[in-house]
């Protein structure tokens, strides 16, 4: 049970609508009220429990009219046992809080422009609602709590076609009728849902993470600030008292009016003290190590080629940066259609999250990859996490790309670029470092690219990832660069490969490729390079030893994916597989 409002005043007065919903049929209820006070939610409810009849618990938040006296005695008087959901954690309601989505859809759109009969229209949402099966029953509501089918308006439609006259039923017959039914029903039911459940379940638990905690360790919660109840933030530390559930925790908080409050795991995260600084070290792997140089050197290479590969490295130390370089006669442009500007609104930044783009738009400043901006363009940008926890920050060009001009420079086929590969005996790799960083934009084409934050606009300096043009400017340019090098180098955008059969020629080559970068003012990523390597990992093969072979951790993921059960999954499926037709 819930409360959906303040809603647009009705003609006769109602503000709020009181939604009641049966977990076992599904079958909702849906009253407008002029206040959402104790009082109306009582007497509503008592018309409800006149029709269908009494439950034995009700499931509400902890909303004031809900938890006040009134609810209480009223409860307690007709045996219902009251049940309340975690704070701040509505997804323990989570069916109810669906259908408010569902159901303020529906008003919005059979509503009449003011708004004012949207109270009227309720009945006639309530029955197109309960007379169509339920995704997860296969059944309709209406159908699970009286145990026959609805007379809707397609059925009468259907006796006006048909004209079938009324046939008269024995009420024992009728009533038995319903029984046998209902009896064949409830078990197909279940297995319904729990077959709903279960794959609800398996897509939850994809991307979820178990967290458990004991008695008396300290944990930060999330609640809203008090500023604001639409902003959160964490607070604490508290201690955790007891665990009242599988997913729910109390915690003492003493600063907060309410001294012990049970909180949903979801809202809590484990406290880190300052003091206990730990140095994390690193487990020995087989493969490739860095050495203090930084360039990652194979293994298998004898200790005077080891020192070969360290001088070189010593010398080409300018090119072998962190630092992102600048291209120095390449521009990015971007053509779009003339007299169109895109202005779009910023997307909402939780509060939690406002900090790292702060932290992100400082160290772009730091580095020159963008200015302050006065355009009349703009694009929101999006916060997306990554697998160690962390936030990249990204933009939504996607406006922006429908009205750009495409470039259709040809990509590298990776078939053919690794089977170049596979005889090869010393293979290096090298990755520049965020190799659209060093492409600097036209004039024209910076403003193009301004976003919005919560600091200001800003627009780049130099190409930024999500331009449908920027892979084919940056796979000009590394052909443009490897030209004189196409016997013994190759590159995938960013992804540099040099191969050779001995020894002798192969730092040579790596080194006129260096050189080439340096010319250009390039600068490639010391931690993701690798020299002399037997057999590489190269857009995912591993190549070398005179074969080409899928990367393990692939095949596994492959062999390991769930069961399609949906169009959208079974692209996804086909799209990993078919990467190695």
């Given at each position: 049970m819930d409360i959906v409002g303040p809603l647009e005043k009705s003609a006769r007065g109602h503000h709020y609508i009181l939604v009641i919903l049966d977990y076992a049929t599904r079958y909702p209820e849906a009253v407008p009220l002029r206040k959402a006070n104790a009082m109306n939610i009582a007497r509503e409810l008592v018309q409800v429990f006149a029709r269908v009849g009494i439950p034995k618990e009700i499931l509400t938040d902890q909303g004031t009219p809900f938890v006040s006296r009134l609810m209480k005695e009223l409860c307690h008087l007709l045996?219902?046992?009251?049940?309340?959901?975690?704070?701040y954690h509505p997804q323990t309601d989570g069916l109810v809080e669906r259908f408010n989505r569902t159901l303020k859809g529906m008003l919005r759109k059979v509503v009449s422009r003011e708004g004012k009969d949207w109270d009227m229209l309720l009945p006639y949402l309530l029955f197109a609602i309960r007379e169509i099966p339920q995704s997860s029953t296969r059944f309709s509501p209406f159908e699970l709590l009286y145990g026959r089918h609805p007379r809707g308006l397609l059925d009468i439609l259907r006796e006006t076609w048909e004209e079938q006259g009324v046939t008269g039923t024995n009420p024992i017959q009728y009533v038995v009728s319903i029984r046998e039914r209902m009896a064949r029903v409830i078990p197909l039911v279940r297995q319904h849902m729990e077959k709903a459940q279960e794959t609800q379940?398996?897509?939850?638990?994809?991307?979820?993470?178990?967290?458990?905690?004991?008695?008396?360790?300290?944990?930060?919660?999330l609640v809203p600030s008090a500023e604001s109840k639409l902003l959160a933030h964490w607070q604490g530390p508290y201690e955790v008292l007891e665990q009242t559930g599988p997913v729910n925790y109390r915690i003492r908080q003493p600063d907060r009016r309410k001294k012990e409050q049970i909180?949903?795991?979801?809202?809590?995260?484990?406290?880190?003290?300052?003091?206990?600084?730990?140095?994390?070290?690193?487990?020995?792997?087989?493969?490739?190590?860095?050495?203090?140089?930084?360039?990652?050197?194979?293994?298998?290479?004898?200790?005077c080629q080891v020192e070969e590969v360290n001088r070189m490295v010593e010398r080409n130390r300018d090119v072998l940066s962190p630092i992102p370089g600048r291209i120095h006669d390449v521009f990015h442009d971007i053509v779009t259609e003339p007299g169109v500007a895109i202005r779009l609104k910023p997307y909402?930044?939780?509060?939690?999250?406002?900090?790292?783009?702060?932290?992100?738009?400082?160290?772009?400043?730091?580095?020159?990859?963008?200015?302050?901006?006065?355009?009349?363009?703009?694009?929101?940008?999006?916060l997306v996490p990554k697998p160690d926890g962390s936030t990249r920050f990204c933009n939504d060009f996607r406006k922006l790309n429908e009205i750009s001009k495409f470039?259709?420079?040809?990509?590298?086929?990776?078939?053919?670029?690794?089977?170049?590969?596979?005889?090869a005996r010393y293979l290096s790799t090298l990755d520049l470092t965020k190799g659209?960083?060093?492409?600097p934009?036209?004039?024209?084409?910076?403003?193009?690219?301004?976003?919005?934050?919560?600091?200001?606009?800003?627009?780049?300096?130099?190409?930024?990832?999500?331009?449908?043009?920027?892979?084919?400017?940056?796979?000009?340019?590394?052909?443009?660069?490897?030209?004189?090098?196409?016997?013994?180098?190759?590159a995938y955008l960013d992804d540099v490969v040099i191969h050779s059969t001995d020894w002798e020629s192969h730092l040579p080559k790596?080194?006129?490729?260096?050189?080439?970068?340096?010319?250009?003012?390039?600068?490639?990523?010391?931690?993701?390079?690798?020299?002399?390597?037997?057999?590489?990992?190269?857009?995912?093969?591993?190549?070398?030893?005179?074969?080409?072979?899928?990367?393990?951790?692939?095949?596994?993921?492959?062999?390991?994916?769930?069961?399609?059960?949906?169009?959208?999954?079974?692209?996804?499926?086909?799209?990993?597989?078919?990467?190695?037709?």
């Open positions: 045996k219902i046992q009251a049940l309340k959901t975690s704070v379940s398996r897509i939850y638990n994809q991307k979820a993470t178990a967290r458990r905690f004991s008695q008396g360790d300290r944990v930060m919660v909180y949903h795991v979801n809202l809590l995260k484990p406290w880190q003290d300052r003091e206990a600084c730990v140095s994390q070290t690193g487990h020995a792997q087989s493969g490739p190590q860095a050495p203090e140089p930084g360039v990652a050197i194979s293994p298998e290479l004898t200790p909402r930044i939780p509060e939690a999250k406002r900090e790292a783009v702060r932290l992100e738009v400082k160290k772009m400043l730091e580095l020159g990859v963008i200015e302050p901006s006065h355009s009349n363009w703009s694009s929101p940008i999006v470039d259709a420079y040809p990509m590298p086929r990776v078939d053919e670029l690794v089977e170049r590969l596979a005889k659209y960083w060093q492409i934009l036209t004039g024209r084409a910076r403003e193009k690219t301004a976003f919005a934050t919560p600091d200001g606009l800003f627009h780049y300096r130099i190409m930024p990832f999500g331009l449908h043009g920027a892979p084919a400017t940056f796979q000009r340019l590394m052909d443009k660069l490897l030209r004189p090098h196409v016997q013994y180098a190759a790596v080194e006129a490729v260096l050189d080439t970068f340096r010319r250009s003012g390039l600068t490639a990523n010391p931690p993701k390079c690798f020299i002399g390597l037997a057999e590489a990992k190269y857009l995912g093969y591993v190549v070398g030893r005179g074969s080409v072979k899928p990367q393990v951790h692939k095949v596994e993921a492959i062999r390991s994916w769930p069961q399609p059960l949906r169009k959208k999954q079974v692209r996804a499926f086909l799209g990993i597989v078919g990467y190695y037709r």
